[in-house]
């Protein structure tokens, strides 16, 4: 058994926890061709980033994205999940499993692209409804419809994909609390409430500990794919500004200064919500 994990356990240990010495250049002010020995120390200087402007408005659109998506994306797969379980037939629900798990494995250039075609100023969507004499609206470079959009994309690529382990929770259930239910009276929406979702409940609250550890990273790729559509300004998350700033302006320091504090705080939400968990009566990530 040691053996069969030793493969994953290599993966986290070169590519998550060896760069973490890399955090160095925090404290540097940092040259590629120097290196990290070469380049000067400046001490806390770089966390001067933090007062920037640009820096608070990327912070605060990245919260905005992130509860948005939160509150909206989070109980998508479980609904899902609840719907596709209801299914009778087992041939049609596999059909239907594959179907709603395939956009996970369409690219976020693909996706996007699609969305544009649809609703973008000459797409299908703005072209229907101007030809039935409505105003046409173009969604994709709309300011105050962008971070629901970013929510609805989401939910359309990775809704599916979510579902797969809350329908192997859901098959994990004793039975016999089903049938002790409904021998008790329980229609088929009282045996949802009071033996599905209290066997959702463990692996649900494990799931969103692990995504409050994530939450001020909310889809680079998919944002940087339409920045330019609706503005640096309105679309500027803390992936973004990091790729901006260190990579293409070569401010190495500064960005990795910002991904520094974007993995405390990440650490924090999570013992956090895991400690608020056991006071709650519940494992959480890890047992008390």
Known sequence: MLLLVLPGFLYFVVFHYVPLLG??????????YLGIQGSPWVGLDN?????????????????KFALIQLVLFFPAPIGLALMLNSLVGTKVRRFVQ?????????????LVSIAQQLLGGAGLVPHLLGSLG????????????????????VIWK?????????????????????????????????????????GLMPVTILLFILNLGTILSVGFEQI?????????????????????????????????AVGLAKGVVGLAMILGANKLAHRLGHDGVYQR
């Open 134 to 153: 409505l105003p046409q609206v173009d969604v994709m470079s709309s300011e105050g419809f962008f971070p629901w959009l970013l929510a609805l994309q």
């Open 158 to 198: 990775d809704a599916g994909w979510g579902t797969i382990i809350y329908l192997a929770a859901i098959l994990n259930i004793d039975q016999e609390q089903y049938e002790a239910a409904a021998i008790d009276g329980a229609n088929r929406w009282r045996r949802l409430w009071h033996v599905t979702l209290p």
């Open 23 to 32: 955090n160095v250049i925090v404290f540097k002010d940092y040259q590629p």
């Open 98 to 110: 594959s179907v709603v798990y395939l956009p996970h494995f369409i690219g976020w250039v693909i």
């Open 224 to 256: 940087l794919l339409q920045r330019d559509a609706v503005g640096a300004g309105a679309s500027e998350v803390l992936d973004t500004y990091v790729y901006i700033h260190g990579v293409v302006d070569g401010d190495w320091g500064t960005s990795a």
């Open 47 to 63: 966390f001067q980033i933090f007062k920037d402007p640009e820096f608070l408005s990327a912070l605060g659109n990245t919260v």
